[in-house]
């Protein structure tokens, strides 16, 4: 899944003066990650992991490519520990990460689930939240329990048929997807420490730039080819540039002008998507109580995020009345 570019979010209580809201652009942006299960699963059948996640990144760092050059003189100025951070980005947030959830969404299709691995990924804030504890030192909100417990018993209940009853057929791909959402976070907080020195448009394109590198190293340690066959082709472009280049940058502009609660709840528009396009065209079948984990999940990972901007609104207007 190409939603983990990692430029931060813009941390907005109030539309700007000036510009009008956009949070319908942020629901046809999630929306059209929706979609990546329904491009994703024929090139899952036909390709190995390793050979998606490569052209994933070739087709996207191609149309670029204008303005690799300037980022890669941004990073050359990078201190030691940015130019790490950034490395680390594009290897393990993009490439590694999306090799595992290519890898967990296909094991899932196999038994006729394309919905839990997408909707995973929405876990990816909780654990964002918990490593920007660990890497950036940021305080940890009392109620952040609150938001994680039921998570992760969304997450149990989404990931087993029967959560009663486990089966290790069942726990691979959950726990592929959730290493995926757990390096897209890391992603997200590393993109956190090293955007004050580097532009979102500089960070996006040295991520895809670095991520081509890693998934060149996928391929070569999972023997995958590099080369798709030509039926595949249409595919592996509509991927990249679809749920991936084009959904990312819809999204990134409309949070220009977009309070984050708002952008919040548009997001839903990503699961809610995922499952119709899971159950109505993909012959996905979940159980009332995976259907249950979704709902959980969708729901918690909201709330969080529409008290974590409400949150850092009074933090800020604190800051500036001198409170």
Do not use: N
């Not at 570019?5 to 000036?18: F, H, K, L, N, Y």
């Not at 290790?168 to 791909?173: F, T």
Request: charged share 15%.
């Amino acid at each position: 899944m190409s939603e983990t570019v990692v430029v931060t979010r813009p941390d907005r209580s109030s539309t700007p003066r000036g510009r009008r809201d956009a949070t319908w652009l942020v629901a046809v942006s999630a929306a059209l990650w929706g979609l990546d299960g329904l491009l994703r699963k024929p090139l899952a059948t036909d390709l190995a992991a390793g050979t998606v996640v490569l052209w994933e990144h070739i087709i996207p760092i191609v149309v670029l490519a204008p303005f690799l050059p300037a980022a890669v003189r941004a990073f050359l100025r990078l201190g030691l520990r940015d130019k790490a951070a950034v490395v680390v980005i594009g290897v393990g947030a993009s490439a590694v990460a999306t090799a595992l959830f290519t890898r967990a969404f296909a094991i899932a299709g196999e038994r006729g689930d394309f919905i839990t691995p997408l909707v995973l990924q929405k876990l990816q804030p909780v654990l964002a939240i918990a490593l920007a504890v660990l890497v950036l030192g940021e305080r940890l909100r009392p109620r952040f329990g609150l938001y994680v417990i039921p998570a992760l018993a969304g997450a149990w209940l989404l990931a087993f048929a029967d959560p009663t009853h486990l089966r290790v057929s069942e726990l691979e791909p959950a726990l592929l997807a959730l290493g995926a959402a757990a390096l897209w976070a890391a992603g997200t907080v590393l993109g956190r420490l090293v955007s004050p020195s580097v532009s979102p448009r500089d960070l996006t394109t040295l991520r895809l730039a670095f991520g081509t590198v890693g998934a060149f190293g996928v391929v070569g340690v999972t023997g995958a080819p590099v080369l798709p066959t030509w039926g595949d082709a249409v595919g592996l472009v509509l991927l990249a540039l679809i749920p991936g280049l084009l959904a990312l940058t819809l999204y990134y502009r409309a949070l220009q002008s977009t309070p984050a609660s708002r952008a919040t709840l548009a997001e839903l528009a990503f699961p809610a998507t995922a499952a119709v396009v899971g159950a109505l065209l993909l012959g996905t079948s979940l159980t009332w109580s995976q259907w249950t984990g979704l709902a959980v999940i969708a729901i918690t990972v909201t709330a969080m995020g529409v008290r974590e901007a409400r949150a850092s609104a009074r933090d800020r207007a604190g800051s500036l009345s001198g409170g």
